[in-house]
């Protein structure tokens, strides 16, 4: 099983650039997430969705777009893309929302210059 | 919202020895915790957790203790090993379906010296 897959893995944007940051799960997963980590700051939520069709804000989603595109895939956008926006990001899917195991993709560092 | 505070950031022990981690969490109603190592350049993978209703979980050399009451809770790793060397996060989160965020501490890099 590859689990979840994040694409691309490695990114360098100029500021004021936009992309999509891709996410897929092959485990039949309900829920997904969206998180970024920085240096000393942990894992922080960007946005998460219980359920198709359904997207909330997390702690930090000020950037940043997401789209539930069906069962599977969860994507996160950056219209306009700012040096603060460097980090590590990860993508996360679990069965449903309770006493779940979180399963996380191998993340995507994403420079913005 | 849930805050969730880690310490140490950084601990360094020798091969064989303990290491402890700990976490506080500040609401109450939080029911489930659990931990997550990261190997350089890879997500996190869970290694353990626990519920509310449970006060220790062992699992070979790791273990967790949880105390409602202080609202804190600690991971355990003994006879460590160079493989043990990794980043470390606890999480906390309200299991109430439809409406829930897993919130994460800050980390712990853990370095075991052989």
């Known amino acids: 099983n590859a689990g979840v897959t994040q694409t691309p893995k490695f990114q360098v944007l100029k500021t004021g650039q936009s992309m999509t940051l891709q996410c897929a799960q092959d485990?039949?997963?309900?829920?997904m997430y969206w998180y970024r980590q920085d240096p000393g700051m942990g894992l922080r939520l960007i946005y998460y969705s219980a359920s198709e069709g359904t997207t909330d804000k997390g702690e930090v989603p000020n950037g940043y777009n997401v789209s539930r595109l069906n069962k599977r895939e969860f994507s996160l956008r950056l219209e306009s893309a700012a040096p603060s926006q460097t980090s590590v990001y990860f993508c996360?899917?679990?069965?449903?929302?309770?006493?779940?195991?979180?399963?996380f993709g191998q993340g995507t560092r994403l420079t913005v210059v | 919202g849930e805050n969730v505070e880690q310490h140490p950031s950084t601990l360094s022990v020798q091969e064989g020895d303990s290491a402890v981690i700990k976490c506080t969490y500040s609401?109450?109603?939080?029911?489930?915790f659990p931990w997550y190592k990261q190997e350089l350049g890879k997500g996190p993978q869970l290694i353990i957790d626990i519920r509310s209703n449970v006060g220790e979980k062992k699992d070979q050399r790791i273990a967790v203790t949880l105390n409602k009451t202080a609202k804190h809770f600690s991971l355990h790793i003994t006879e460590t090993q160079p493989e043990d060397s990794a980043v470390y996060f606890c999480?906390?989160?309200?299991?109430?379906?439809?409406?829930?965020?897993?919130?994460f501490g800050t980390g712990t890099r853990l370095t075991i010296i052989p």
């Open positions: 996360a899917s679990r069965p449903r929302q309770g006493i779940t195991e979180a399963f």
């Open positions: 609401d109450s109603a939080s029911n489930y």
């Open positions: 485990m039949n997963h309900n829920s």
């Open positions: 999480a906390a989160t309200i299991s109430n379906f439809g409406n829930e965020k897993l919130t």
